[in-house]
């Protein structure tokens, strides 16, 4: 099962104690896959479509306990179709939800209590949300359908402080959140309390493998500055050996330089710590950038020499 999957059938089992949260969490369900229709014989129908069987499970147990009538329910070309076709029910129905126009998407009567836009955001999320599996990456949204409700959503995921971005998709407003952080807090408010914990769980390690990874970098970025670097001071200080020799230094370059060409690979604080007297690591950079300043201007006035020659 995807984790998707697991969420809403964590949701599935959450259910508000109060009938208000339970009328709130059926109004979100009805705002995405109901409708209500008008028969040849004049009469009204609640009818509730879907793919999801988690969601058609949901709304069947929220609307016998909210009305303690069992809606009935055929299967047709893979969609779970539910209707209520008795009058008194559906009248019912109506006034609970305080049927609105889809594009409002829900009144402000009937979320009026923080608990009841928690059951509102489960609801809605259970029949039109989506989130990737954490181990990929961070990405949860619901599909609002048009601007209106789309921000109807944000503004009721606002209130609880979470950061939700707006984006169109093939005509359709989605309602996303792509921070773990944020993902972590809509799931603690929608009340999926376990996959919280997992999503935690691989968003902790995670970070701790992306920490290693980037040390790891770091250390070998390090290393290969360092060969980079002890590479080029052996190279000069070979230069100065085959061209002008060890005796014209001083005794101090001279002592760091038979130093670093017989042990190239050891870092500047252990080689200043195998000098007598020991010198720190600032010291024996100092040293080492004024043997490449000799090697430098050796070549350079090799190469002045040799341009001059050739112009004779």
């Known amino acids: ?52 069987l988690t969601v058609a499970q949901k709304y069947y147990i929220l609307f016998r306990k909210v009305f303690l009538n069992k809606p009935e329910m055929t299967v047709r070309r893979h969609q779970y179709i539910l209707y209520v076709i008795e009058e008194k029910d559906v009248s019912a129905f109506m006034d609970s939800i305080q049927f609105f126009d889809s594009a409002l998407l829900v009144p402000d009567g009937l979320i009026r209590r ?57 005509r359709n407003d989605i309602v996303y959140i792509k921070e773990g952080e944020g993902i972590v ?14 999503f935690e769980n691989v968003r902790i390690l995670k970070e701790m493998r992306n920490s290693v990874n980037r040390r790891v970098n770091c250390e070998t970025a390090n290393i290969k500055k360092t060969v980079s670097a002890s590479s080029r001071q052996v190279n000069d200080i070979r230069y100065i050996y085959d061209t002008i020799g060890f005796g014209t230094l001083s005794e101090n370059l001279r002592a760091i330089a038979m130093l670093r060409f017989d042990n190239p690979d050891v870092p500047l604080k252990e080689l200043g710590e195998m000098l007598n007297p020991p010198i720190g690591k600032s010291g024996v950079n100092h040293r080492l950038r004024k043997l490449s300043e000799i090697a430098e201007n050796l070549r350079r006035e090799k190469n002045e020499n040799s341009n001059g020659g050739n112009h004779d």
């Not at 807090?185 to 997992?198: P, R, S, Y």
């Open 1 to 52: 099962m995807s984790f998707a999957g697991e969420v809403k059938n964590e949701l599935k089992e959450q259910m508000g104690k109060a009938k208000h949260c339970q009328i709130a969490e059926l109004a979100a369900l009805f705002s995405v896959c109901g409708q209500i229709k008008l028969e040849e014989n004049g009469n009204f129908i609640v009818k509730f479509v879907t793919e999801n």
């Open 114 to 170: 923080s608990c009841c836009k928690r059951a509102f955001l489960r609801g809605f999320f259970l029949a039109a949300g989506s989130i990737t599996n954490p181990n990929s990456q961070y990405h949860l949204e619901l599909a609002a359908g048009n601007r209106e409700r789309a921000v109807r959503i944000q503004e009721i995921m606002g209130v609880f402080g979470l950061d939700a971005k707006i984006v169109e998709r093939k």
């Open 185 to 198: 807090d809509f799931l603690n408010v929608v009340g999926a309390h376990m996959a919280l914990m997992e």
